[in-house]
């Protein structure tokens, strides 16, 4: 089994910063791509920003050149620094690992979902 452990969110003003960490634990064979995924009350979960293993990213056209993630492949940690914070940008925030896991001595391709982390951004 895999467990993730989201730290980081909170509450903070407009304009402000936060920073996320997911630190994945358990049996890993190889993880490919980490990333963090977001959900506001009343909305779909979306993708907020992916990392692959070799360090290529993606983010959502609405966080570009806001955020930034990150990864210690060392520490199967993915980070999420988080700058000129909006109000929309309030949600709960997931992180997501994606890649080959080890299940009663067999090796699976899954994905495993953090527990999620609430991020506010209000005045």
């Known amino acids: 089994q895999v467990q993730l452990v989201e730290s980081g969110g909170g509450l903070v003003q407009p304009g402000g910063s936060l920073s996320l960490s997911c630190a994945a634990s358990?049996?890993?064979?190889?993880?490919?791509?980490m990333g963090w995924y977001r959900q506001a009350p009343g909305k779909q979960r979306e993708l907020v920003a992916t990392?692959?293993?070799?360090?290529?990213?993606n983010y959502a056209d609405s966080v570009k050149g806001r955020f930034t993630i990150s990864r210690d492949n060392r520490k199967n940690t993915v980070y999420l620094q988080m700058n000129s914070l909006k109000p929309e940008d309030t949600a709960v925030y997931y992180c997501?690992?994606?890649?080959?896991?080890?299940?009663?001595?067999?090796?699976?391709?899954?994905?495993?979902w953090g527990q999620g982390t609430q991020v506010t951004v209000s005045s």
């Open positions: 358990g049996s890993i064979a190889a993880i490919n791509v």
């Open positions: 997501n690992v994606a890649g080959t896991f080890v299940t009663s001595g067999s090796y699976h391709y899954s994905q495993f």
């Open positions: 990392i692959a293993s070799g360090g290529s990213t």
